[in-house]
């Protein structure tokens, strides 16, 4: 079993920056793809990034260029630095660890608003 915990959110105007991270409960990057997810009010669950186990990387296309996703293996921590914000950011975060398990954590908001 593994726990992941999200940290970081909270209320940003437009244009500012916020660094999200995501606390596992025990060593796993090795072994298992992490990924950010977001849900806004009304939609689905979507992927925003993702880091492989080899350290390869994907962004949605909506943040390309604004957020990066990185992780420590020595503190079980992967972040999201997102800069640039926009009010459609907006949503609750996830983290995300796939592999042999697939497991969440409990999310956190980010809300982008003037």
């Known amino acids: 079993q593994v726990q992941l915990v999200e940290s970081g959110g909270g209320l940003v105007q437009p244009g500012g920056s916020l660094r999200l991270s995501c606390a596992a409960s025990r060593s796993i990057f090795s072994i298992y793809t992490m990924g950010w997810y977001r849900q806004a009010p009304g939609k689905q669950r979507e992927l925003v990034a993702r880091?492989?186990?080899?350290?390869?990387?994907f962004y949605a296309d909506s943040v390309k260029g604004r957020f990066t996703i990185s992780s420590d293996n020595a503190k079980n921590t992967v972040y999201l630095q997102m800069n640039s914000l926009k009010p459609e950011d907006t949503a609750v975060y996830y983290c995300?660890?796939?592999?042999?398990?697939?497991?969440w954590g409990q999310g956190t908001q980010v809300t982008v608003s003037s």
């Open positions: 995300n660890a796939v592999g042999a398990y697939d497991y």
């Open positions: 880091i492989g186990s080899g350290g390869s990387t």
